[in-house]
Every structure is written in structure tokens, then in C-alpha cells.
């Protein structure tokens, strides 16, 4: 159930497999679909239904979620309880039904930074396919955003899939049988492109995204400063080249790329002319972006894809590696942040997104390799890129941030393709990184958070000569004073013990019930949301 509008009032469950009288269909047979079920404000342009009948028009849409039945219940409404009657702001929601027959696993199931990497160049890329169908997502996060997809079978007895639509797998492989290794979910706040910046339309400025995930400039209140590193991004030209060496770079780009590297160029140039203008008093406004100005463009939707990645490799954990950070070193204080982050709230993001060498202090040692490809990505979605879209010297257009992000990821993920890549290194999908901070904003109990005083390092299953679990306490304490541990049983390095019983009775991947885990897991270890229960002994 999501927590903050339009989500609010909103119940998502995963519709089971064979026998519904049988409890052993939950675990045992795969889950046929999903079913949504939300109260929407019904006076809203767009529906997610209508949305989802746009982009699969003409037959599925590779990369999005297949939809079999919408409907609206305007007989079966609900007020807004904190506003009362007679304000003119009251939303009255009405029930919306959504049946998918298409499920997906969150991104912290991806085993390799390779299946990262992919699944994050099918998102670009599926995003520009419904931007050529005239719809922008504008709340792409992690959250909506899955990997390892599956679609229901019965769903092509009503439609097929369209073809030619490239996808990374068929670009390194030349199989046109191959499908995209994302799934995009959840269009409660997508609109009809261009058609949301009309005159009149109120929702194009509002800040309606993810916070972790949503782009800079649509999430700050206050002015950005834009400075400029014309020397790095010049750098960026050379490597947007190089990938045209590349023997998939025709059958990633068969139409060309309407002279992107042409246009960056230019852009470089002004970006070297604005940093020289913008030292004068009265060309003070080159200096920053007014947040008033800013609507959702399509770019700040492939920003979101950034975040995703970046988290996902801030937290990911080598197999076998040790989980736990050092109290307040660098990864823990840059991913704590992140959690805490507030749309509104927007300085703390900017100081590693702007002009940045990269996440190198971040990463896990054997991650650090993906420091650069992350700074290249953050050093082109940085460029101010709102002050270039109309601009007389040449046309900006709206996929180029597309073309860029998919000429990076496409660098890399070649390179991790060769065989035996010893930086293709396993994951572990079953537990992030370990956050060692002293201030926890974030729920008590969380085992990513946690630290466990000497006399409760035996319940921890600590040894009692770790130093933190002599030194550092949970944020809250009991009624005796004594600080809470996490619920979770832990290792001896701390390493939480997943609560559910999936893995351990064998359960189906791909049934309900094991899926309806993982994102239980997912939200726990990855973002300290609800609770996990350990198993009974």
C-alpha cells in the first residue's frame, strides 16, 4: 500500500497461479499478474488506463507492463479526512481498477553489474519509445523500474508484440526474437507529450517524482548554481565517438543519431562562452535555474535512471564480501543522505552531481571501476540543459539525453559482455552494503542502520570484542534505557538474515508469494521500509 499521493489509498497484489483454493498455489504455481487498485483523482486529465491504451495501440510495447482491463467506480468515492467539505483544494478520489498481466522483480535482484547496466539501457530506451508515442513517464525511480520481467502468455491472444523495436540483448546478440530486460510500471503521474506543457496546465512545474530518484531540478525550491568544467566535458566528446568503433554501434544506432556528438560539441562551446558571461553582474541569471521556470522535460526522467544505477551500485555487495562499512566513513554518510533526501530539500544531491570525479569513495572496492562511467553520466545530465532547448544556434532535441546515456552504457556494457570479465563480478541479491552511521533518520530496528551496545551484543550474535557493538547504540532505547537492536538474527559480521520463509521452504521465484517477498526485502534492506519478522526456530 503506498503511503503519499497519488498513491495514497493505493493497494497492489500479485494475482496467483493454478488452483486459488489451494494455499500451495501462493509458493507453488507462478503468479499470473497483478491487480491495482486506487482511488485517483477523477478530475485528472490523464488516467493510467487511457495512458497504457495509447502506448500499446498498435500492440505491445516491449519493455512496459500489459494491461487486460481498466475501469473506473465514480460511485465509489473518498474524501481527503484532513480537509474538510467546503475547501475548494479537497480531492475526492474514485476507485480505479488496473489488471496487469505483467510482473517484474525490484532492481536489487540484479546478480551482476552487467544485468544492472542492461536493464537500465532498456529503460532509456523504452522511455524513448513512449515519448514517440507521446507519452512522458515522469516519475521514473527505482521503484518502477524491474527487472527480470515476464509477461502472461494469454496476453498475445489479444495482441503481439511490436517488432523492430531494439533492445540491448538483441544488440549484442543480432537475435530479433530478444525482449528488453526491463519492465516500466506505474503511470499514475504520466501525461500525454507535448501536450502537458499547454498553456493552462497546472501539474507541468509540480514536483511530483521519487525523492531519492527525481531529477535535480525538479526537486529543489531554491536556485542552482551552474558552474562549468568545460575541460571534462570535452572529455565526453571522445568517448561519445569512440563508441561509433564499436561493432554493435550500427545495431544500436541503425538510423544514426541526428549528429549528436555535432550538437554536444556545440553545446560545449556555449557552456565555455557562458562560463566566461556569467562572472559579470548583469548576466547573473546564467548562473542558475530558477526551479520556477522548470517543467518535467523528458531528460529529467533519464536522470532518474542515474539515480537508480548510482544506488544500486553504492549498495551493492559483492558475494562473499564483508557487508559492514566503518561508523560514518564515506558510503554510509553519502547513502544516508540519499535516504533522507526531501524533494524541497535539494542541496545535499548537488554536491555529488555537479562537476564530481565520481563515486570512487563510495563503492565497494571491487565496484570501484564503474566510478567513471557514473561521473561520465552525471557529467552530461549536469549541463543546464533547460537554457539550451530553444536556443537560435541549433535544435536541442528531446532524445538526446537518450542518445547520450545509451552511447555510455553501451561502452560498458560491451566491455562486461566479453567473456569472463573479471569486473562482472556476482551480487549479492539478497542484502545491500550495511550503512554504519551514527544519526539514524530512518525506522529504528532497520538492520542497515543499526549498532548494539556491549550487553545486547550477545542477542546481536556479536562478538563482544567488536568495537561498535561496545561503543555505538541504536537511535531510541527501551524502557530500561538499553538500545534497540534490529529484529533480524544477524552473523557474526553483522550481515542480516532474511525473515521470510520463500527461500527457505524452496518456494516457486516466480510464484506470488515469492515475489511478494522480495519486494518486501527490498524495501526493508535497500530503503528501511516496514518491518521483517525472523523465522521461528
Avoid at 497519488?6 to 501462493?26: C, H, K, N, Y
Avoid at 525482449?179 to 514536483?207: M, N, T, V, W
Avoid at 556479536?462 to 557493538?469: G, H, Q, S
Amino acid at each position: 500500500m503506498a503511503a503519499k499521493p497519488p498513491g495514497r489509498m493505493t493497494w497492489v497484489g500479485f494475482e496467483i497461479g493454478g488452483d486459488s483454493d489451494a494455499l500451495d498455489s501462493v509458493c507453488k504455481e507462478p503468479c499470473v499478474g497483478v491487480v491495482k487498485i486506487s482511488y485517483q483523482n477523477n478530475e485528472d486529465r490523464w488516467k493510467e488506463g487511457e495512458l497504457l491504451d495509447t502506448v500499446h495501440a498498435d500492440g505491445w510495447l516491449p519493455g512496459v507492463v500489459r494491461h487486460v482491463y481498466w475501469g473506473r467506480d465514480v460511485k465509489a468515492d473518498v474524501g481527503d479526512m484532513t480537509v474538510s467539505d467546503t475547501n475548494p483544494d479537497r480531492v475526492d478520489g474514485v476507485k480505479e481498477t488496473l489488471q496487469l498481466r505483467s510482473v517484474g522483480d525490484p532492481l536489487s535482484q540484479c546478480t551482476t553489474p552487467l544485468q544492472m547496466l542492461k536493464v537500465a539501457y532498456d529503460a532509456t530506451e523504452t522511455h524513448l519509445q513512449l515519448l514517440k508515442r507521446k507519452i512522458i513517464h515522469r516519475d521514473f525511480s527505482w521503484y518502477n523500474i524491474l527487472c527480470n520481467p515476464w509477461h502472461d502468455q494469454r496476453t498475445l491472444d489479444d495482441k503481439k508484440p511490436l517488432a523492430g523495436i531494439p533492445c540491448i540483448d538483441y544488440i549484442l546478440t543480432g537475435d530479433t526474437t530478444k525482449e528488453p530486460c526491463c519492465l516500466i510500471a506505474d503511470f499514475d503521474h504520466a501525461g500525454r507529450y507535448p501536450d502537458i506543457y499547454k498553456p493552462g496546465y497546472e501539474g507541468s512545474c509540480q514536483k511530483i517524482a521519487t525523492p531519492m530518484f527525481c531529477a535535480i531540478e525538479t526537486s529543489t525550491d531554491t536556485p542552482l548554481v551552474r558552474k562549468v568544467d568545460a575541460y571534462m566535458l570535452e572529455t565526453l566528446t571522445t568517448k561519445f565517438r569512440d563508441v561509433e568503433a564499436l561493432a554493435v554501434f550500427q545495431q544500436a544506432f541503425p538510423e544514426g543519431d541526428a549528429g549528436f556528438v555535432e550538437m554536444f560539441e556545440k553545446v560545449v562551446e556555449l557552456e565555455q562562452k557562458r562560463a566566461r558571461l556569467m562572472t559579470r553582474p548583469e548576466n547573473e541569471a546564467l548562473r542558475f535555474t530558477d526551479p520556477a521556470t522548470v517543467v518535467h522535460e523528458p531528460w529529467y526522467d533519464v536522470q532518474s535512471i542515474f539515480w537508480s544505477i548510482l544506488w544500486f551500485f553504492v549498495r551493492a555487495l559483492p558475494e562473499g564480501r564483508e557487508p559492514r562499512d566503518v561508523m560514518d566513513g564515506d558510503f554510509s554518510t553519502f547513502a544516508n543522505t540519499l535516504l533522507t533526501h526531501k524533494i524541497g530539500k535539494e542541496k545535499n544531491r548537488t554536491d555529488d552531481f555537479f562537476y564530481w570525479d565520481g563515486p570512487r569513495s563510495y563503492l565497494h572496492p571491487d565496484l570501484v571501476h564503474f566510478a567513471d562511467l557514473i561521473r561520465d553520466l552525471a557529467l552530461y545530465l549536469s549541463v543546464p540543459w533547460h537554457m539550451y532547448k530553444n536556443h537560435p544556434e541549433f535544435k536541442l532535441p528531446d532524445d538526446h539525453a537518450h542518445t547520450a546515456v545509451r552511447r555510455l552504457l553501451l561502452a560498458e556494457i560491451y566491455t562486461l559482455n566479453q567473456p569472463k570479465n573479471p569486473l562482472n563480478v556476482t551480487l549479492d541479491p539478497t542484502q545491500p552494503r550495511i550503512i554504519h552511521t551514527i544519526y539514524n533518520h530512518l525506522t529504528i530496528g532497520l538492520p542497515v542502520l543499526w549498532r548494539a551496545p556491549k550487553r545486547k551484543a550477545e542477542l546481536a550474535e556479536l562478538d563482544e570484542r567488536d568495537a561498535d557493538a561496545k561503543r555505538h547504540r541504536v537511535q531510541g532505547d527501551d524502557k530500561l534505557g538499553v538500545a534497540l537492536v534490529a529484529s533480524e538474527p544477524t552473523t557474526a559480521v553483522g550481515k542480516a538474515v532474511l525473515g521470510h520463509r520463500c527461500y527457505e521452504r524452496g518456494c516457486l521465484p516466480q510464484s506470488a508469494g515469492a515475489r511478494a517477498e522480495k519486494l518486501r526485502d527490498d524495501r526493508y534492506l535497500f530503503f528501511g521500509v516496514g518491518v521483517r519478522k525472523p523465522l521461528p526456530p
